[in-house]
Nanobody
Framework: QVQLVESGGGLVQAGGSLRLSCAASGRTTSTYAMGWFRQAPGKEREFVAT????????YYAESAKGRFTISRGNAKNTVYLQMNSLKPEDTAVYYC?????????????WGKGALVTVSS
């Protein structure tokens, strides 16, 4: 059973920072790429960032480039998303997952997510 637990969400003012964490289990996590997605109120879930299994390669959505940084923990079953210069449009529930696909429909399992609210 795949388990994904996101944490670190909260309320922050525009221009502020948050660091999200994701703990994954139930799969050989060390050999999988991992990624972050988000779903804003009334919108479809969208890709944010992905990182290769060894952490050497990262890729970001245009909306995240230059502001967000994805990284993996030493144990490789943890992934982080450092979010700086947050904007109100970043308000969403953030989810992590295994894999390098940028298409949310490719993923059968999801955690509960972490709510990020950015006030103007």
């Amino acid at each position: 059973q795949v388990q994904l637990v996101e944490s670190g969400g909260g309320l922050v003012q525009a221009g502020g920072s948050l660091r999200l964490s994701c703990a994954a289990s139930g799969r050989t996590t060390s050999t999988y790429a991992m990624g972050w997605f988000r779903q804003a109120p009334g919108k479809e879930r969208e890709f944010v960032a992905t990182i290769s299994w060894n952490g050497d390669t990262t890729y970001y959505a245009e909306s995240a480039k230059g502001r967000f940084t994805i990284s993996r923990g030493n144990a490789k079953n943890t992934v982080y998303l450092q979010m700086n210069s947050l904007k109100p449009e970043d308000t969403a529930v953030y989810y992590c997952n295994f894999g390098s696909s940028m298409e949310p429909s490719d993923y059968p399992y999801w955690g509960k997510g972490a709510l990020v609210t950015v006030s103007s």
